[in-house]
């Protein structure tokens, strides 16, 4: 029902900042929750950060008050501002999002994933 596409992913350097987006390919007004997961070699898919309809956000520990999460209605786009980058950081990032906001076993359940783009923070 929309598809959703990343950009803004590349190399940078440790202590450095990135703006990711997520553009959908209709309106974003009906989803009620989109969020970022990201995953690093050796590492399981996790949540990054989420956002519902009415703005009410949450993050990981590992990148709260470093990355903040925003949506833009009226450009159908996600943003994921990411400040101060870790190398720890790098992995590839995916943009989610679902009509109605659906928790299973305290988790929330993405109907629709972009294909990923690569942030990668060196030393």
């Known amino acids: 029902q929309v598809q959703l596409v990343e950009s803004g992913g590349g190399l940078v350097q440790a202590g450095g900042s990135l703006r990711l987006s997520c553009a959908a390919s209709r309106s974003i007004r009906s989803l009620n929750i989109m969020g970022w997961y990201r995953q690093a070699p050796g590492n399981e898919r996790e949540l990054v950060a989420a956002?519902?309809?009415?703005?009410?956000?949450n993050y990981a520990d590992s990148v709260k008050g470093r990355f903040t999460i925003s949506r833009d209605n009226t450009k159908n786009t996600m943003y994921l501002h990411m400040n101060s980058l870790k190398p720890a950081d790098t992995a590839v990032y995916y943009c989610?999002?679902?009509?109605?906001?659906?928790?299973?076993?305290?988790?929330?359940?993405?109907?629709?994933w972009g294909q990923g783009t690569q942030v990668t923070v060196s030393l």
């Open positions: 956002i519902t309809s009415d703005g009410s956000t």
């Open positions: 989610a999002a679902a009509d109605l906001i659906t928790l299973v076993g305290g988790r929330h359940i993405y109907d629709y």
